[in-house]
């Protein structure tokens, strides 16, 4: 599977992002699309994730009402709505995919990665 995000960019505090994970390759294995993020000096941690065939979500605590994960599975696509931006927020933002049959919050949890789109937000 591999995994192409977009999306990224420098935002002011307060604006929305939305970012989009294109899979190809061997997507029918998918069980769970997920995005994580890395903050400069902090470790990865989870943002969203969503089944790939089903309709399950699950987010972060911390992130409800304001991060919202959704699909198009005709486009093969994931994206990550993002609102109310905080300075916080910055951080490379990653997509992966798992195959596990259970929704991860753990990266060790996802076997294919993208390569991360930026998310930079200015106070």
């Known amino acids: 599977v591999q995994l192409q995000a977009s999306g990224g960019g420098v935002v002011q505090a307060g604006g929305s992002l939305r970012l989009s994970c294109a899979a190809s390759g061997r997507t029918f294995s998918t069980d769970f699309m997920g995005w994580f993020r890395q903050a400069p000096g902090k470790e990865r941690e989870f943002v969203a994730a969503?089944?790939?065939?089903?309709?399950?979500?699950g987010s972060a605590d911390s992130l409800k009402g304001r991060f919202t994960i959704s699909k198009d599975n005709a486009k093969n696509t994931v994206y990550l709505q993002m609102n109310s931006l905080k300075p916080e927020d910055t951080a490379v933002y990653y997509c992966?995919?798992?195959?596990?049959?259970?929704?991860?919050?753990?990266?060790?949890?996802?076997?294919?990665w993208g390569q991360g789109t930026q998310v930079t937000v200015s106070s």
């Open positions: 969503i089944s790939w065939r089903g309709s399950n979500t």
């Open positions: 992966a995919s798992e195959t596990g049959g259970t929704m991860g919050i753990m990266d060790y949890e996802y076997h294919y």
